[in-house]
């Protein structure tokens, strides 16, 4: 059976504000969220699909959470607080590493803020994690209650589950949702899109059995040694705020809309089959300095675009995002009709007074000073096969996620990372607490000599990197030369970041020491395979699986 497209109305997710105003004074608030096991529908002709949902109660838990709407400068405080049942709703497998509850009760989960800045403790390491009630806790627990500074600039963020070996399976199930850091003051001034004209979008993929559950492949690629565990999750169904493939009725102006690529693995190609163009103003966290006009472009997983669409300009009455990306990306099969399209807009027929606009200048922010650079290190991803286990594991460096971090910084400093990938995949690195500007992306010629020696010396260094980066420079599109805290890490080829371990603007009044346990992580976001990406961090790594 199919599902008929653009008959449910895209969702308004709950807004929560994170902080509260005091006789006109902006004051830190305190907000209680829970992880609620309840059912939810993603379509009007499917049964409602059992979810783990984010909210400040059950009633009115969401799949995605509640928009999480902070004021920059004042912290919101979260208590994350586990109310799943003792079972997952999805198939995992215990002999990858897994956050295990010693009573062997209870779905682990932990939250991380994707993009945020803060302590080692408020990130929500894979370690981290905590069963209902915080009865079963992981080895690096640290307490309740999360605090986030927002000493950053305003930008667009998102939260997710980030337990160990879970993570996959967690955000399947439903735990994700958008977080925001404004600031009235510069932003009002811009006069881009806003109140009911500046939407979130979240977008992913997933399958549904006729009763309604989300279906996950049950039977790992290699079932005797990992009975459930499997690559990347793909699912027939686009859903954007709860809902397949929804329509929203739009009036003939601009809209700002803030698109969070939230799948496990599927990237998108986003475009309007009728020609409309995409306005960029801002990626992953940070807006860019001028805008940028594009007819289509790529959205990895965790990958967040901002952009403002003007629907005056459309000579249609409907306009539909669609997809070109195929699945796995770039290797995979073509797109299928269902997942070539996304969402549909209803644009009324008479234009009207708009009053918004797009200046030609946004938000400047420092540009990489390279003279700064305290360190240059050379990242390598490769596949390392062993013989008796999955195929491959993917390492870094050639070290596995459980071994103590190797890439210690100084809070405050600047790194020039070269990230080299050695793999078939494209895979968007996502790095915590720092902020990276792309210098350059080349693509290395001879691969299979310089990944033997990789596989032998394990020093990008020592098997002499310089000789085999001198291939084309693949470009960097503009709407992806700002601040992100995630890039796409083209097979073959090896990238040239520059990573800041400090806000990235000048009046935050507070740095902090990111060396300090349990530390942070950095990997790729496509949430699939076990093997790997470890990595990192400061002090420990991550997770993600
Ligand atoms: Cu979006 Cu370590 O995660």
């Given at each position: 059976?199919?599902?008929?497209m ?19 004074v ?21 049964p ?19 928009t999480?709407?902070?004021?920059q ?101 439903g ?158 099969d ?43 290190r ?27 971090a ?8 600047s ?10 995949d ?8 720092g902020l990276?500007v ?97 990595s ?10």
């Open positions: 059976t199919r599902l008929q653009f008959v449910d109305e895209l969702p308004h997710m709950p807004l929560l504000k994170g902080f509260d105003v005091v006789n006109g902006p004051k830190p608030k305190s907000l209680k969220i829970g992880m609620y096991m309840k059912k939810w529908r993603f379509h009007r002709d499917l409602p699909t059992p979810v783990f949902a984010y909210g400040t109660r059950k009633r009115t838990a969401t799949v995605p959470g509640p999480i709407e902070a004021l400068g004042i912290d919101t405080f979260v208590t994350w607080s586990n109310y799943l049942p003792s079972k997952h709703i999805l198939p995992w497998d215990p002999t990858i590493p897994t956050a295990l509850p010693v009573t062997n009760k209870g779905v682990p989960t932990v939250v991380h803020l994707h993009g945020g800045i803060h302590e080692p403790e408020s990130d929500g390491s894979a370690n981290a994690w905590f069963t209902a009630d915080f009865k079963d806790r992981g080895p690096a627990w640290p307490n309740r209650r999360y605090r986030y500074r927002n000493q950053q600039h305003p930008g667009n963020l998102w939260y997710h589950d980030h337990a160990m070996g879970l993570t996959r399976v967690n955000l399947l199930a735990l994700i949702g958008a977080y925001i850091v404004r600031h009235p003051e510069v932003e009002g001034a811009l006069r881009l899109p806003s109140g009911e004209f500046d939407r979130a979008l979240v977008v992913f993929d997933r399958s549904f059995r006729t009763d309604g559950s989300i279906y996950m492949n049950p039977t790992g690629n290699n079932p005797s040694i990992h009975p459930q565990w499997q690559p990347e999750y793909f699912g027939d169904a686009i859903i954007v705020n709860g809902k397949a493939w929804p329509q929203l009725k739009v009036r003939r102006r601009k809209y700002r809309f803030r698109i969070i690529n939230a799948s496990n693995a599927r990237f998108f190609k986003f475009f309007f089959t009728n020609g409309l163009r995409f306005i960029h103003v801002g990626s992953d966290s940070a807006y860019l300095g001028k805008p940028v006009e594009t007819k289509d472009f790529l959205l990895g997983p965790s990958e967040i675009t901002d952009v403002v669409v003007d629907f005056s300009k459309s000579k249609n009455a409907k306009a539909i995002l669609a997809n070109g990306a195929p699945y796995p990306y770039p290797s995979g073509p797109v299928n009709s269902a997942n070539s399209k996304v969402m549909q807009f209803l644009i009324a027929d008479h234009s009207e007074l708009d009053a918004s606009r797009v200046p030609s200048r946004l938000i400047q922010y420092p540009v990489p000073d390279i003279s700064s650079t305290s360190r240059t050379y990242i390598a991803m490769y596949e390392y096969t062993s013989d008796i286990d999955e195929p491959t594991h993917l390492y870094l460096n050639g070290k596995s996620y459980e071994e103590p190797t890439e210690i910084v100084k809070a405050g400093t790194e020039v990372w070269n990230v080299i990938n050695l793999t078939e494209n895979h968007p690195l996502h790095i915590h607490l990276f792309v210098l350059e992306q080349r693509e290395l010629v001879n691969v299979e000599e310089f990944t033997d020696c990789m596989n032998k010396l394990n020093d990008a260094v020592k098997c002499q990197i310089s000789k085999y980066a001198r291939g084309k420079t693949v470009e960097v599109p503009a709407h992806e030369k700002g601040w992100k805290n995630v890039f796409k890490m083209r097979n073959g080829t090896v990238t040239k970041i520059f990573l800041r371990f400090a806000y990235i603007h000048s009046n935050a009044s507070y740095e902090f020491d990111p060396t300090g346990e349990p530390g942070y992580v950095y990997h790729c976001h496509t949430l699939k395979t076990r093997p790997l990406r470890r990192t961090g400061y002090e420990r790594f991550l997770d993600t699986n």
